[in-house]
T-cell receptor
Framework: KNEVEQSPQNLTAQEGEFITINCSYS?????LHWLQQHPGGGIVSLFM???GKKKHGRLIATINIQEKHSSLHITASHPRDSAVYIC??????????FGQGTRLTINP | DAGVIQSPRHEVTEMGQEVTLRCKPI?????LFWYRQTMMRGLELLIY????????DSGMPEDRFSAKMPNASFSTLKIQPSEPRDSAVYFC??????????FGQGTRLTVV
């Protein structure tokens, strides 16, 4: 079993839908990251969380430390949100452990 | 700031050749990370440096891989000799302290 599991692996939705991507982990962590990888390959860090909830524009990230679970939500989704979303946890001082990613496609 | 700069963006080389990937971290960042991304294994940490010193290289696949950070503004990842299974996208990332990491655009390596 992977230390970081994401679901779903693939998600296709219509423009405007509310999107939820889940991340569960099995190790003790000091922080959790949500990353976005564009079709061109570039990676952007969206959020770094250690507790609670963060919001940036239409993106919301939450984490429940007790349940070892995080969610990334996208409100009013748009085709430009189409990307691979990667959850990564910091286990130990520096090492990041990555999930396999969720490929999101938003159709117009 | 220009962000983390990697070069080249694309590299195609023949099996057996030496490949050198380069990374310029963001000025003022004291940690640098090299990652490899493949379809099969996703993103994997290869090695990271803190204040130019290699801290953990347990992710380096084998002796054909080596990484150096001669100063705070430059790092290299070298593969010698390269093999087709090394084909992947290699990302460099940097960060300051415990802040979030910033990723470069990646180098897409194809070994034929």
């Amino acid at each position: 079993k992977n230390e970081v599991e994401q679901s779903p692996q693939n998600l296709t939705a219509q423009e405007g839908e509310f999107i939820t991507i889940n991340c569960s982990y099995s190790v003790g962590i000091s922080a959790l990251h949500w990353l976005q990888q564009h079709p061109g390959g570039g990676i952007v860090s969206l959020f770094m969380l250690s507790s609670g909830k963060k919001k940036h524009g239409r993106l919301i990230a939450t984490i429940n430390i007790q349940e070892k679970h995080s969610s990334l939500h996208i409100t009013a989704s748009h085709p430009r949100d189409s990307a691979v979303y990667i959850c990564a946890v910091r286990a130990g001082a520096q090492k990041l452990v990555f999930g396999q990613g969720t490929r999101l496609t938003i159709n117009p | 700031d220009a962000g983390v700069i990697q070069s080249p963006r694309h590299e195609v080389t023949e099996m057996g050749q030496e490949v050198t990937l380069r990374c310029k971290p963001i000025s003022g960042h004291n940690s640098l990370f090299w990652y490899r991304q493949t379809m099969m294994r996703g993103l994997e940490l290869l090695i990271y440096f803190n204040n130019n010193v290699p801290i953990d290289d347990s992710g380096m696949p084998e002796d054909r891989f080596s990484a150096k950070m001669p100063n705070a503004s430059f790092s290299t990842l070298k593969i010698q000799p390269s093999e087709p299974r090394d084909s992947a996208v290699y990302f460099c990332a940097s960060r300051r302290g415990t802040e979030g990491a910033f990723f470069g655009q990646g180098t897409r390596l194809t070994v034929v």
